[in-house]
């Protein structure tokens, strides 16, 4: 129990001790000194012995208080300095002045911090030496598997992923969030995963792989969990060299919903065409055939098979006409396309003529998303510019995506004539140059379900247009449905498995997945009507922030947000008008903390705010929560300046102005200032989840107490 | 439209002999004069010799195309009364877009209903007749 008992406490205790010694030494003193003298010396021994142990015991605790200003708080203060110093902030300044009267103990402390400062500064030289190399690596393979037309997933064989690349954010984006560390079936449906990854390790344990084609490789086509889009690819077990055994696998893939609905589609067509048209032929080829060669048919007889007859040409007719309309509704053939913006595409051909003697191209209007496959439509237009100059001479075009009643076009358009549509059809018989295989101009219009013309436009000007397909997404400037670009991508330090490390609670602080999380809201009194109008997450896993990986939503309070509270946070009712209320986006907090440990600054206030709309949005968060108001006050007990802000200038933390006061921001700031406090929290002897708890709820009771007071 | 009161002359292009005679018989039925051409270029000597009020025309020609045809025409002022409905086996939008910018003033793909052929050709050959007075 002693050792729990903090140093001043210690000192102070020593001198209450001596305190209480004095009465007792003064009293038996002089009870020996009345027992030896013969009047009555009691009154005035008991009155000097009285006044003496008063004078002592005050002498006392005025030396015990300048004990503890000049040596018990120094000491503290001092120690505190060095452990965030080595555990936290290599930058943070010892408080050299409140250890003045600890005599060579401030200046040696000075002096053997700078030399550590030194020293790591010099080990911190040598390993950023020895990692940029590296790092120069890191960076290319980044930029490999962020530029990949393929998705990539590497997960553990607990199915936690520990690698992602941009594509496969974009193609798992709308199944749920994929995230570093989280199970990949939160995004995928299960069984394709467990069945293909049972028959690769049932391949390497047997050792037949060695002799597979595939080796350790098998086909996989899974969809998301809601079955919207199916997906093809590969998965490929990874086996570690040294311990001979899987550790890993990689997923490969591809999104295929469209191709695979096409096919669909296609084969159903080509099913009914076949089923459908039979009947009606059937009978118009027995009545075409009984007209022709019956020479003795009654008259009523002969008029009936003619009806017959144009009755089941209709028939036929009709049918045909409804599976065209069909057909060219499948919105994409089977030809590689992807939506494409017309400014890229336009630039690139424009470019092209950058050093044509006399050619001059300018790209004009609004950009587009179209969808095409841009290397043969940037082909085939330099074919047809070329074609123009050559017949026309006229040296100066404007190239643009434009947008008429029913579709988008591609448009050439120049001074002077349009084009003889015999000299165009020529044109677009030829091979195109530079496109895959041999095609020619019609066959790229053809997989583009388009054609070409050339027409008169006002001002003595003429173009050439070619229809193109609407994008199969919808763009607009900022896609709130689109994925985030992503800093971190990767985590191969999560590959031991997680699942084997026990009980939350027991685990070490820095090996548990957090979510830190910051509200914005309309005032400070959730009971009385304020809400929330902005929230706000960033995950920790492995020890590093992810901020790629951040929740960030505002929320439609449905209500004004007053004047005084906009000016902390920026937030005005322009900027919550048409965003999603709160019953919509605290599921998808919900769904975006899932079993993380959550952190906040002064947890309680945000937490007061989502229990409040516990009823409205049936969320109710059960994660264990810590409090870096708390956990502050517990490695900084010297000090009682605990607001975020005073936190994170000890550590050297930044808080960029434009940020803070945001919700993304100060959970971003939070964050950072938890990860120091780990640190310290350690060095202080608390490293599991279950200890940082109880430390802060001990705290918490004290507090209690003291307001009691 | 059985009554003879204005002989108005319909072009019935189409390189396939069957539709050719099946049009000619239909629109002589309902009382035009109907001349025949069994390819583009066909198609074009006979509207410059004699303008015809409406054109039926093919797509899919030898020599020259029903889109050739009808930028030949729009290009020659002097024949700015005849109307042109592009008879097609090319369903696409695109197609009857691409028919229209060319010159074209209806469409209608194969296989048609003679009916709708036969509505079509009255109401432009109406309006060639208000244009032309």
Same mark, same amino acid.
């Given at each position: 129990?002693?050792?729990?008992?903090?140093?001043?406490?210690?000192?102070?205790?020593?001198?209450?001790?001596?305190?209480?010694?004095?009465?007792?030494?003064?009293?038996?003193?002089?009870?020996?000194?009345?027992?030896?003298?013969?009047?009555?010396?009691?009154?005035?021994?008991?009155?000097?012995?009285?006044?003496?142990?008063?004078?002592?015991?005050?002498?006392?605790?005025?030396?015990?208080?300048?004990?503890?200003?000049?040596?018990?708080?120094?000491?503290?203060?001092?120690?505190?300095?060095?452990?965030?110093?080595?555990?936290?902030?290599?930058?943070?300044?010892?408080?050299?002045?409140?250890?003045?009267?600890?005599?060579?103990?401030?200046?040696?402390?000075?002096?053997?911090?700078?030399?550590?400062?030194?020293?790591?500064?010099?080990?911190?030289?040598?390993?950023?030496?020895?990692?940029?190399?590296?790092?120069?690596?890191?960076?290319?393979?980044?930029?490999?598997?962020?530029?990949?037309?393929?998705?990539?997933?590497?997960?553990?064989?607990?199915?936690?992923?520990?690698?992602?690349?941009?594509?496969?954010?974009?193609?798992?984006?709308?199944?749920?969030?994929?995230?570093?560390?989280?199970?990949?079936?939160?995004?995928?449906?299960?069984?394709?995963?467990?069945?293909?990854?049972?028959?690769?390790?049932?391949?390497?344990?047997?050792?037949?792989?060695?002799?597979?084609?595939?080796?350790?490789?098998?086909?996989?086509?899974?969809?998301?969990?809601?079955?919207?889009?199916?997906?093809?690819?590969?998965?490929?077990?990874?086996?570690?060299?040294?311990?001979?055994?899987?550790?890993?696998?990689?997923?490969?893939?591809?999104?295929?919903?469209?191709?695979?609905?096409?096919?669909?589609?296609?084969?159903?067509?080509?099913?009914?065409?076949?089923?459908?048209?039979?009947?009606?032929?059937?009978?118009?080829?027995?009545?075409?055939?009984?007209?022709?060669?019956?020479?003795?048919?009654?008259?009523?007889?002969?008029?009936?098979?003619?009806?017959?007859?144009?009755?089941?040409?209709?028939?036929?007719?009709?049918?045909?006409?409804?599976?065209?309309?069909?057909?060219?509704?499948?919105?994409?053939?089977?030809?590689?396309?992807?939506?494409?913006?017309?400014?890229?595409?336009?630039?690139?051909?424009?470019?092209?003529?950058?050093?044509?003697?006399?050619?001059?191209?300018?790209?004009?209007?609004?950009?587009?998303?179209?969808?095409?496959?841009?290397?043969?439509?940037?082909?085939?237009?330099?074919?047809?510019?070329?074609?123009?100059?050559?017949?026309?001479?006229?040296?100066?075009?404007?190239?643009?995506?434009?947008?008429?009643?029913?579709?988008?076009?591609?448009?050439?358009?120049?001074?002077?004539?349009?084009?003889?549509?015999?000299?165009?059809?020529?044109?677009?018989?030829?091979?195109?140059?530079?496109?895959?295989?041999?095609?020619?101009?019609?066959?790229?219009?053809?997989?583009?379900?388009?054609?070409?013309?050339?027409?008169?436009?006002?001002?003595?000007?003429?173009?050439?247009?070619?229809?193109?397909?609407?994008?199969?997404?919808?763009?607009?400037?900022?896609?709130?449905?689109?994925?985030?670009?992503?800093?971190?991508?990767?985590?191969?330090?999560?590959?031991?498995?997680?699942?084997?490390?026990?009980?939350?609670?027991?685990?070490?602080?820095?090996?548990?997945?957090?979510?830190?999380?910051?509200?914005?809201?309309?005032?400070?009194?959730?009971?009385?009507?304020?809400?929330?109008?902005?929230?706000?997450?960033?995950?920790?896993?492995?020890?590093?922030?992810?901020?790629?990986?951040?929740?960030?939503?505002?929320?439609?309070?449905?209500?004004?947000?007053?004047?005084?509270?906009?000016?902390?946070?920026?937030?005005?009712?322009?900027?919550?008008?048409?965003?999603?209320?709160?019953?919509?986006?605290?599921?998808?907090?919900?769904?975006?903390?899932?079993?993380?440990?959550?952190?906040?600054?002064?947890?309680?206030?945000?937490?007061?705010?989502?229990?409040?709309?516990?009823?409205?949005?049936?969320?109710?968060?059960?994660?264990?929560?810590?409090?870096?108001?708390?956990?502050?006050?517990?490695?900084?007990?010297?000090?009682?300046?605990?607001?975020?802000?005073?936190?994170?200038?000890?550590?050297?933390?930044?808080?960029?102005?434009?940020?803070?006061?945001?919700?993304?921001?100060?959970?971003?700031?939070?964050?950072?200032?938890?990860?120091?406090?780990?640190?310290?929290?350690?060095?202080?002897?608390?490293?599991?989840?279950?200890?940082?708890?109880?430390?802060?709820?001990?705290?918490?009771?004290?507090?209690?107490?003291?307001?009691?007071? | 439209?059985?009554?003879?009161?204005?002989?108005?002359?319909?072009?019935?292009?189409?390189?396939?002999?069957?539709?050719?005679?099946?049009?000619?018989?239909?629109?002589?039925?309902?009382?035009?004069? !109907?001349?025949? #051409?069994?390819?583009?270029?066909? $198609?074009? &000597?006979?509207?410059?010799?004699?303008?015809? =009020?409406?054109? @039926?025309?093919?797509?899919?020609?030898?020599?020259?195309?029903?889109?050739?045809?009808?930028?030949?025409?729009?290009?020659?002022?002097?024949?700015?009364?005849?109307?042109?409905? !592009?008879?097609? #086996?090319?369903?696409?939008?695109? $197609?009857? &877009?691409?028919?229209?910018?060319?010159?074209? =003033?209806?469409? @209608?793909?194969?296989?048609?209903?003679?009916?709708?052929?036969?509505?079509?050709?009255?109401?432009?050959?109406?309006?060639?007749?208000?244009?032309?007075?």
């Amino acid at each position: 129990m002693h050792e729990r008992w903090s140093l001043r406490a210690r000192f102070a205790m020593f001198f209450a001790l001596i305190a209480a010694a004095v009465p007792l030494v003064i009293g038996i003193a002089l009870w020996l000194a009345a027992t030896r003298m013969e009047d009555n010396p009691v009154p005035p021994l008991v009155l000097f012995g009285g006044a003496a142990s008063f004078a002592l015991i005050g002498i006392i605790a005025w030396v015990a208080q300048l004990f503890d200003t000049h040596v018990a708080r120094p000491i503290v203060t001092v120690s505190r300095d060095l452990q965030t110093l080595m555990h936290a902030n290599p930058e943070h300044e010892i408080h050299e002045n409140e250890a003045r009267y600890l005599g060579v103990l401030g200046p040696t402390v000075r002096q053997a911090s700078e030399a550590m400062r030194q020293l790591r500064s010099d080990i911190d030289a040598k390993v950023e030496e020895a990692t940029r190399s590296l790092e120069r690596q890191r960076q290319r393979l980044e930029t490999v598997l962020r530029d990949l037309n393929e998705g990539v997933v590497v997960c553990n064989l607990d199915h936690q992923v520990l690698l992602y690349n941009q594509r496969a954010l974009q193609a798992l984006y709308f199944g749920g969030d994929l995230g570093l560390g989280r199970s990949i079936f939160t995004v995928v449906n299960r069984p394709p995963f467990l069945n293909t990854l049972e028959r690769l390790r049932n391949r390497f344990t047997s050792g037949r792989y060695k002799n597979h084609p595939d080796h350790l490789m098998a086909p996989i086509v899974f969809a998301t969990p809601d079955g919207r889009y199916v997906l093809q690819g590969k998965m490929s077990l990874i086996v570690d060299e040294r311990e001979k055994e899987p550790q890993s696998y990689t997923l490969t893939f591809s999104d295929a919903t469209k191709q695979i609905a096409s096919l669909a589609t296609r084969d159903r067509l080509l099913h009914d065409a076949l089923e459908e048209f039979r009947r009606p032929l059937a009978n118009l080829r027995a009545t075409a055939e009984l007209l022709n060669q019956s020479s003795k048919m009654p008259e009523d007889t002969r008029k009936e098979f003619a009806r017959i007859t144009a009755e089941e040409s209709k028939e036929l007719s009709n049918r045909l006409t409804s599976l065209t309309e069909d057909y060219h509704s499948i919105a994409t053939s089977l030809w590689p396309m992807s939506d494409v913006n017309s400014a890229n595409l336009l630039s690139c051909l424009a470019r092209r003529y950058r050093d044509h003697p006399v050619l001059r191209c300018d790209v004009s209007g609004e950009p587009r998303y179209l969808h095409c496959d841009s290397n043969t439509i940037i082909e085939l237009m330099d074919r047809l510019i070329r074609g123009i100059l050559e017949e026309s001479g006229a040296q100066t075009y404007t190239l643009e995506a434009s947008k008429g009643d029913k579709r988008r076009y591609l448009d050439i358009t120049w001074s002077g004539d349009p084009i003889p549509a015999s000299t165009l059809d020529s044109w677009l018989n030829e091979q195109i140059e530079n496109g895959a295989g041999n095609m020619t101009g019609y066959d790229v219009l053809e997989h583009h379900r388009s054609d070409a013309w050339s027409e008169r436009v006002e001002d003595g000007r003429s173009r050439l247009r070619i229809p193109m397909p609407d994008p199969v997404t919808e763009h607009t400037k900022q896609q709130s449905g689109a994925p985030p670009i992503r800093l971190e991508f990767y985590d191969f330090d999560l590959l031991p498995r997680l699942g084997d490390s026990g009980d939350l609670a027991t685990r070490r602080l820095r090996d548990l997945t957090y979510v830190v999380f910051d509200t914005e809201t309309t005032g400070l009194e959730p009971s009385n009507g304020d809400e929330m109008i902005s929230i706000a997450g960033v995950r920790i896993v492995n020890g590093r922030v992810l901020t790629g990986e951040s929740f960030d939503k505002l929320i439609d309070p449905g209500r004004t947000i007053p004047k005084a509270s906009t000016l902390v946070h920026g937030i005005s009712d322009e900027m919550v008008a048409g965003q999603p209320p709160v019953q919509d986006v605290l599921p998808r907090f919900r769904d975006y903390i899932g079993e993380s440990v959550l952190v906040a600054h002064n947890a309680a206030f945000d937490l007061r705010f989502i229990e409040l709309k516990e009823k409205q949005t049936g969320v109710k968060l059960d994660n264990p929560v810590l409090d870096t108001v708390l956990l502050s006050a517990i490695v900084h007990d010297h000090t009682d300046q605990h607001t975020l802000d005073a936190v994170a200038e000890r550590f050297s933390i930044e808080i960029p102005e434009e940020t803070r006061h945001t919700a993304l921001g100060d959970s971003l700031a939070t964050a950072h200032v938890f990860l120091k406090m780990v640190d310290l929290l350690e060095a202080n002897g608390i490293t599991t989840l279950a200890e940082a708890l109880a430390a802060s709820e001990k705290l918490v009771q004290i507090r209690r107490r003291q307001a009691e007071y | 439209m059985n009554e003879r009161a204005d002989r108005k002359t319909v072009l019935v292009v189409d390189d396939e002999s069957n539709i050719r005679m099946a049009l000619q018989f239909l629109m002589e039925e309902q009382g035009y004069a !109907v001349r025949c #051409a069994s390819d583009g270029e066909e $198609a074009v &000597e006979e509207i410059k010799k004699s303008p015809p =009020d409406v054109v @039926l025309l093919d797509v899919k020609m030898p020599k020259r195309s029903g889109y050739e045809v009808c930028q030949a025409v729009r290009s020659d002022p002097n024949l700015d009364q005849v109307r042109i409905l !592009v008879l097609s #086996a090319l369903c696409q939008h695109v $197609a009857i &877009e691409k028919a229209t910018a060319m010159g074209a =003033d209806g469409y @209608l793909t194969k296989p048609f209903s003679t009916a709708d052929v036969v509505e079509k050709v009255r109401s432009l050959a109406a309006w060639s007749q208000q244009h032309h007075a």
